[in-house]
């Protein structure tokens, strides 16, 4: 079973409808022992950075993901559920993150004549697939609705894309993984991703 973390704002329901298309079970929760009993989780996000730590926080979600994630267990972030892994927003000055993985979360650019928020398709460059991005085709294009970006460690990045800014759209550190893009709003190519995460819990639990 696959938990989807509810904190009170997110895209749950295109991403359950994505995992069932795919052949997974899975269920929405917002419950801690939920989560710390699902085979795998994850955590969509829409929104700001502050208000979804505010939510986790609020349903003890926050501490339960960090001993989630502390078990190796298959972990998704989706979009805002990439950002709050780090430990900080330019978003919410004085917000901490999870701080799970080391990377800043910056404002992007809105001088140099594109618009902010980046609403779109958008091409990836992949650097290092692992087994999240496995099997993609070159610079495959995924869909993408945010205003704030992800700088991380180097070594952790799978892809990047380009928009004002070289954006760090999917990282991955053993059997966590983020993606900035949303692979439910992605087409074919997201289901390649979600259906790579969905193999990989299979195959670790």
């Known amino acids: 079973m696959i938990a989807i973390i509810d904190y009170g704002a997110g895209n749950l329901q295109s991403v359950e ?14 419950r801690p022992q939920e989560l710390m009993s699902a085979q ?4 969509p996000g829409v929104g700001a950075f502050g208000e979804a730590m505010a939510g986790l926080r609020s349903r003890g979600l926050d501490s339960a993901i960090k001993s989630y ?6 972990f998704l972030g989706i979009c805002l559920g990439l ?15 999870l701080s799970l993985l080391p990377g800043k979360i910056l404002r992007l650019p809105e001088n140099c004549g594109l618009k902010v928020p980046h609403i779109g398709w958008n091409s990836l460059d992949l650097k290092i697939p692992g087994w ?8 495959p294009y995924v869909y993408f ?4 970006y992800l700088q991380a460690e180097p070594e952790l990045v799978c892809a990047t894309a380009r928009y004002g800014a070289e954006i760090h759209a999917a990282v991955q550190s053993g059997s966590l993984a983020a993606c900035q893009f949303h692979p ?11 259906r790579n995460f969905a193999d990989y819990v299979k195959q670790n639990t």
């Open 17 to 30: 409808k994505a995992l069932r298309h795919i052949g997974c079970s899975c269920t929405v929760t917002g």
């Open 40 to 43: 795998a989780a994850v955590l």
């Open 69 to 74: 994630v502390k078990t190796g267990r298959p």
């Open 83 to 97: 950002q709050v892994l780090f430990e900080s927003s330019e978003e919410s000055p004085g917000t901490e993150g």
């Open 132 to 139: 999240l991005l496995n099997g993609l085709p070159r610079e």
């Open 145 to 148: 609705v945010h205003s704030y």
């Open 184 to 194: 439910e709003k992605s087409g074919s190519t997201g289901l390649s991703i979600l």
